[in-house]
C-alpha cells in the first residue's frame, strides 16, 4: 500500500506540475488579460455599475425575493450557493498556505490573479447564461460542458473536440467534488472541531483507526448535508443565503479585531507584499530564499483554489437564477471574486502579516505551523494579547467555528456542482445515485488522512480549468458580442438593440417578453 501511495504521488506531482505550472497558469492569466481587454476592462470602466447592480442591489424585490419559476433561484440566493463553494477553507488554509510556502509576495500574485480573474469569472457566467436549457425537470442547466459543447462544438470542424471536452469537464469537476468539495472540507472541519473542542471520552475510544469523536461528527455532517442536498438547489439556495452572509460578515469582523489590535504592522505588512513579490532572497544561516517562480505559482494556485475563477464550477450555479441578461450574472461573478479574494483573502493575509508569524524584514515564517493551525495561532495570540489566555482560547475557537461554516457551505456548493456534472453525463433521473453516494462519502471525509487528497484535488481542479478555459478562449468574441449588447442598451448609447440573451431563438424570444412584462425593456 505505502509503494501505491508513493506512486500515486510522484505521477500527481508531475501532473499537478503541467497543470498548474507549464500549461495553467499560462491560459489563466492569458485568459483574463484577454478577456479585460476584449471587454475594455469592464471590472474598471464600469466599477459603479457592477457594484450598484449586486451588491447594491441586493434589496430590490427582483433580486433577492424566491424566485417563482419552478426549480430556479434568485439572483442572490445563485451569488451565496456560488459564493458557499468558493468561500471555504481555501480562504483561511489557502492563504496561510501561499504565505508558508511562496512568502508574503504571493499575496501580490494572488490579487492580480483575482483582478484578471474577475473577467473570467464575468464571461463564464455569461457563457453559462447564454447556453444554458431547462432539463425534463423544469430546471435551468447550464455550465462550462453546455457551452463547450453547443458553443466551441458549433464552430466549424469542433464538433466532436466541444463534446469530448465537455465530457472531460464533466467527469473532472465529479472527481473534483469528492475531494475538494466535500472529503478535504469534512476533515477539516472534524479535525478542528475535534482538536479545539476536546472531549476526551470519545476521543479515547478508538474505532477503526480513528476515534468515536470524529465518527460522530462525521454522521451529524453526513444528517444535515443530506438533508439539504437532497431537497436539490431551491433548498441549497435557501440554506446557503442564511449561512453565507452571516459566515461572511462573522468572520470579516474577527479578522478586523485582529488587524485592528496590530495596526502599527499594517503598513510594513503591506510592505512586505510588495517588496517580496518578485523572491524572497535567501538570508544568513543558511536559509534559503523563495524563487519569483514560487511566489507567483502560490499566489496564483491559491488565488484559483480560493476563488474559482477560471475553473467554470460556480457557473453551473449561477446559471440556475432567474436572470435574463446575460451580463447581469456576469456581473455577479465580477463580485464573487472580488468579494472572495480582494477583501476575505486579503483579511486573512493580514491577519498573518500584522500578528507577528512572519518576519516583514526577510519575508521567513517564524513558526512552523501551516494553513488553518496558522491562522488560528493568529487569533489565539492576538486575543490573549488582548484579554489573557482564556480570551486566547476563544480565539482558537472563533476560527474553528468558521471553518465550520466555511467548509460545510462549500459541501452544499459543491454537491450542486456535482450533480449538473452528472446530470450531463448520465441524465436527470440518476442524479439522486450521485447526491446518495456524495452524502454518504462525508464520513469518510470525517475519519480518512487526507494529506494526498488535497494534492490530488488542486490537480483535478486545474484539469477542470484547462477545458473551460478553452472553452472561454474559443467564445471570447461572442463574450464581446453580448458585453457591447449590454453596454450599448444600457449604458452607452441607450440605443434599439435586440438584446443577445441566449444561443437558443425560442429561449431568446421567451426571456425579452419577461423583459416587457417586467418594464426592463
Given at each position: 500500500m505505502d509503494v501505491f501511495i508513493q506512486k500515486l504521488t510522484e505521477v500527481n506531482s508531475v501532473v499537478n506540475n503541467f497543470v498548474w505550472v507549464t500549461l495553467g497558469l499560462v491560459l489563466l492569466l492569458g485568459t483574463g488579460i484577454l478577456m479585460t481587454c476584449l471587454t475594455k476592462f469592464f471590472q474598471v470602466t464600469h466599477f459603479a455599475h457592477w457594484i450598484k447592480?449586486?451588491?447594491?442591489?441586493?434589496?430590490?424585490?427582483?433580486?433577492?425575493?424566491?424566485?417563482?419559476?419552478?426549480?430556479?433561484?434568485?439572483?442572490?440566493?445563485a451569488l451565496c450557493t456560488a459564493l458557499a463553494a468558493t468561500v471555504g477553507v481555501g480562504n483561511i488554509a489557502g492563504v496561510a498556505a501561499a504565505i508558508a510556502a511562496g512568502g508574503p509576495g504571493a499575496i501580490f500574485w494572488m490579487w492580480l490573479a483575482a483582478f484578471?480573474?474577475?473577467?473570467?469569472?464575468?464571461?463564464?457566467?455569461?457563457l453559462g447564461i447564454y447556453y444554458r436549457r431547462k432539463n425534463e425537470h423544469g430546471e435551468w442547466t447550464g455550465g462550462a460542458m453546455y457551452y463547450?459543447?453547443?458553443?466551441?462544438?458549433?464552430?466549424?470542424?469542433?464538433?466532436?473536440?466541444?463534446?469530448?471536452?465537455?465530457?472531460?469537464f464533466a467527469c473532472f469537476a465529479i472527481l473534483a467534488s469528492f475531494g475538494i468539495g466535500n472529503m478535504s472540507q469534512v476533515n477539516t472541519i472534524a479535525t478542528n472541531i475535534s482538536s479545539v473542542f476536546k472531549i476526551d471520552a470519545l476521543i479515547n475510544i478508538e474505532v477503526g483507526g480513528t476515534n468515536l469523536y470524529m465518527i460522530i461528527i462525521g454522521v451529524a455532517l453526513m444528517i444535515l448535508a443530506g438533508l439539504v442536498i437532497v431537497g436539490g438547489i431551491?433548498?441549497?439556495?435557501?440554506?446557503?443565503?442564511?449561512?453565507?452572509?452571516?459566515?461572511?460578515?462573522?468572520?470579516?469582523?474577527g479578522a478586523i479585531v485582529i488587524v485592528g489590535f496590530n495596526y502599527a504592522n499594517i503598513l510594513p505588512a503591506l510592505k512586505a507584499i510588495f517588496k517580496f513579490a518578485f523572491g524572497v532572497p535567501a538570508v544568513a544561516g543558511g536559509v534559503t530564499g523563495i524563487v519569483v517562480?514560487?511566489?507567483?505559482?502560490?499566489g496564483f494556485k491559491r488565488g484559483v483554489f480560493s476563488n474559482e475563477a477560471g475553473l467554470g464550477s460556480s457557473v453551473m450555479v449561477h446559471s440556475a437564477s432567474n436572470v435574463k441578461e446575460p451580463v447581469r450574472q456576469g456581473m455577479w461573478g465580477i463580485f464573487e471574486v472580488f468579494a472572495d479574494t480582494i477583501i476575505i483573502c486579503t483579511l486573512t493575509a493580514m491577519v498573518i502579516l500584522t500578528s507577528g508569524l512572519v518576519d516583514l524584514k526577510t519575508g521567513f515564517m517564524l513558526t512552523d505551523s501551516e494553513k488553518t493551525v496558522l491562522v488560528s495561532d493568529a487569533f489565539r495570540q492576538t486575543f490573549t494579547k488582548i484579554g489573557g489566555a482564556g480570551l486566547g482560547a476563544f480565539g482558537g475557537g472563533f476560527i474553528a467555528v468558521a471553518i465550520?461554516?466555511?467548509?460545510?457551505?462549500?459541501?452544499?456548493?459543491?454537491?450542486?456542482?456535482?450533480?449538473?456534472?452528472?446530470?450531463?453525463?448520465?441524465?436527470?433521473?440518476?442524479?439522486?445515485?450521485?447526491?446518495v453516494v456524495f452524502v454518504v462519502m462525508i464520513i469518510c471525509g470525517a475519519t480518512m488522512s487526507l494529506d494526498l487528497a488535497w494534492d490530488i484535488s488542486d490537480t483535478f481542479n486545474g484539469l477542470m480549468m484547462i477545458p473551460n478555459l478553452i472553452g472561454v478562449l474559443s467564445l471570447s468574441g461572442l463574450v464581446m458580442k453580448i458585453t457591447k449588447n449590454y453596454v450599448d442598451r444600457k449604458l452607452k448609447n441607450k440605443k434599439y438593440v435586440e438584446p443577445m440573451l441566449s444561443v437558443f431563438e425560442d429561449i431568446n424570444a421567451e426571456q425579452i417578453q419577461k423583459m416587457k412584462d417586467d418594464g426592463e425593456y
Open positions: 447592480n449586486t451588491i447594491g442591489s441586493i434589496f430590490h424585490k427582483n433580486i433577492s425575493s424566491h424566485s417563482k419559476e419552478k426549480a430556479s433561484i434568485s439572483q442572490f440566493q484578471f480573474g474577475m473577467m473570467t469569472n464575468y464571461s463564464e457566467n455569461v463547450l459543447q453547443d458553443g466551441l462544438g458549433g464552430k466549424k470542424h469542433c464538433k466532436k473536440l466541444g463534446r469530448v471536452l465537455g465530457i472531460l431551491k433548498r441549497i439556495g435557501s440554506v446557503t443565503e442564511k449561512i453565507v452572509p452571516f459566515m461572511v460578515v462573522f468572520y470579516i469582523l517562480k514560487e511566489v507567483v505559482t502560490w465550520l461554516f466555511f467548509a460545510f457551505s462549500t459541501v452544499l456548493g459543491w454537491s450542486y456542482y456535482g450533480t449538473k456534472a452528472w446530470e450531463f453525463l448520465f441524465g436527470t433521473k440518476s442524479t439522486m445515485i450521485y447526491k
